[in-house]
């Protein structure tokens, strides 16, 4: 029997999320000290692109295609494996591309082909999901496909601007905003959603059923782009369309966060207790996000969040880290993908950390910006932040060789 081989794509998947974390200490190494060899901004795409691609997208491919392991035949299986090898070769060349050339015609080809990989996946994906018992999963997965395409646009867009070198501030920031919001906003927040319905649906009756936090956050996804352009200083109805949006999202939200603790779902489920505390953090980062999202349709919290790239990057990070990538680690523990072990749980312990000091010195950094205030050793601070967050990663990824590979 043909079977994806889950350890072998942990791993790999692991292993990405370790190189973006590399990155992400030489960026934070040349802010705080001198390394003249790489430059920051390639770094910066290379970083931003194998995160996307390599790390978030690549995992998300498996567990999805994981998810439909009883529902279709070993040979569609095969046909989804030779995709995993494509999408993550496609990103190490991205990586590579970006780190020596920045924007250029191999970098580009290699994106282009990122986006092709992702139609084809939606195509074989698409009929597939058809079969998936759980209604509202299968809600989950298509939306989360849409917007996975949908942010292609903002891609595109970017793309053909740098090709072309016609490069205008206004179009290029709404492109970059575009393909950010579909991604982490669309694609990644209704692909983990979609994972966790699929896990509990079999468990509580719930979560098989009630579309009302779904409808209320998927409806209202694509107005919701519009609080990443407020700086565009659109016309006040438009604005309330925006604000109107965010609420939905935050309902939608709390409509998730109430049954869960109206069902008690945390005490019952059947796994141990740090895999619970993991949730608990996650939770707690999606609803600092959408109270942020919601916040920002205030105006002068809106200039404060555009403003300053702290405090950009430390809303990215909220996202990126503390919500997604730890629901992606913490899912393949909760289905058995990984071997939860002492070492995972140094790892995972030092992840942790490292992502709450993380956004922590941003925050420092960011309001301090607001007055112009410099905060002293807040670069070095930041470096030693990235390391840790590197090691723990890096031992999660070493404890996957603590004990012998397993297929599911």
């Not at 920031?173 to 692909?191: D, E, I, P, R, T």
């Not at 109430?258 to 207790?273: C, G, P, R, S």
């Not at 490292?354 to 607001?370: M, R």
């Not at 410099?374 to 004990?403: D, H, T």
Request: with cysteine; charged share 10%; proline share 2%.
């Amino acid at each position: 029997m043909i079977r994806l081989k889950s350890n072998k794509w942990i791993i790999i998947s692991f292993f990405s999320l370790f190189i973006v974390a590399v990155l992400g200490v030489i960026m934070r190494y040349k802010i705080a000290y001198s390394f003249p060899f790489l430059d920051q901004k390639n770094i910066q795409h290379a970083h931003s692109h194998f995160a996307f691609a390599g790390w978030i997208s690549q995992t998300l491919f498996f567990f999805l295609t994981r998810s439909l392991r009883s529902l279709i035949t070993d040979k569609k299986f095969m046909y989804y494996n030779y995709l995993l090898w494509a999408n993550w070769v496609t990103a190490l060349g991205m990586l590579i591309c970006f780190m020596l050339q920045g924007y250029g015609f191999y970098s580009i080809l290699f994106s282009s082909l990122s986006i092709l990989i992702s139609f084809v996946f939606t195509i074989m994906f698409w009929p597939d999901i058809k079969h998936h018992p759980n209604i509202i999963t299968r809600q989950w997965f298509k939306w989360a496909l849409i917007f996975m395409l949908l942010s292609s646009l903002g891609t595109l867009s970017l793309t053909l601007m740098m090709a072309t070198k016609n490069i205008h501030q206004h179009t290029y920031l709404a492109s970059v905003y575009w393909y950010l919001h579909f991604q982490y906003n669309g694609w990644f927040f209704f692909g983990c959603m979609g994972l966790l319905y699929d896990y509990l649906g079999k468990k509580y009756a719930y979560f098989a059923t009630n579309l009302l936090a779904f409808r209320l956050i998927a409806y209202s996804c694509v107005p919701a782009y519009g609080l990443s352009i407020l700086w565009m200083h659109l016309p006040i109805w438009i604005e309330i369309v925006f604000a109107l949006a965010a609420m939905a999202q935050a309902l939608g939200w709390g409509n998730i966060l109430y049954y869960a603790y109206k069902q008690k779902i945390l005490k019952e489920l059947d796994f141990i207790q740090p895999l619970k505390w993991l949730l608990v953090i996650i939770a707690i980062a999606g609803s600092i996000k959408f109270v942020l999202q919601l916040g920002s349709t205030i105006p002068a919290v809106s200039q404060l969040a555009f403003g300053f790239r702290s405090i950009v990057i430390a809303y990215l990070h909220l996202v990126l880290l503390a919500f997604i990538s730890l629901f992606l680690v913490t899912y393949a523990y909760m289905t058995k993908l990984s071997i939860f072990n002492k070492y995972s749980f140094a790892g995972i312990a030092i992840f942790v950390v490292g992502i709450l000091l993380n956004e922590l010195l941003l925050g420092i950094q960011g309001i301090a910006s607001i007055g112009y205030i410099l905060i002293p050793f807040i670069n070095e601070s930041l470096f030693f932040v990235s390391l840790l967050l590197m090691s723990g990663i890096g031992i999660i990824l070493m404890s996957q060789f603590a004990l012998p590979s397993k297929s599911n």
